[in-house]
């Protein structure tokens, strides 16, 4: 069986969050943190981190205007072929995004399962991991 590869390959990431009131700057940080460490597993770079304080989620883009600019020109002065997501993000708003930066846009759940297709190494585990990154796509697909 070939290796699981669900996503595209990607080399250098910029890491970006959505704070909402409900959560502290600490928390996001932390959570950042963590997503970056998630990032080195795959053997991925991170370019930078980048956060945007909101009261709300942009539904078509999940962040605003404004930032979106800054993560654009960031991708590109930065060389970054993926944009990391610490936050779940609709498919509907991957595909916005993956259009308007012109790179691979995964969101923390579309990291972890590329972890666990890294490094399974057993046919059971290869099986499992195709198993729920197919319940992964289907549940996207009904969201759309």
């Known amino acids: 069986m ?17 704070q909402l009131p409900n959560r502290s700057t600490s928390e996001v940080q932390n959570s950042l943190q963590e997503l970056s460490s998630l990032a080195y597993s795959l ?51 991957i595909g916005n995004l993956e259009t308007l930066l012109d790179c691979a846009v ?10 666990f297709a890294k490094n399974a190494r057993t046919h059971e585990a290869k099986l499992q991991i195709e198993l729920a990154q197919s319940e992964y796509l289907l549940t996207r697909l009904v969201g759309l």
């Open 2 to 18: 070939e290796e699981n590869r669900l996503f595209n390959n990607w080399n250098r990431a910029l890491l970006v969050s959505l």
């Open 106 to 115: 995964l969101d923390r759940t579309q990291l972890i399962l590329e972890i």
């Open 43 to 93: 053997g991925g770079d991170v370019a930078g981190k980048i956060i945007q304080v909101s009261s709300q989620i942009h539904p078509a883009n999940f962040f605003g205007k404004g930032k979106l600019a800054d993560i654009k020109s960031t991708i590109q002065k930065d060389c970054v072929d993926a944009l990391l997501v610490d936050n779940q993000l609709s498919p509907k708003q």
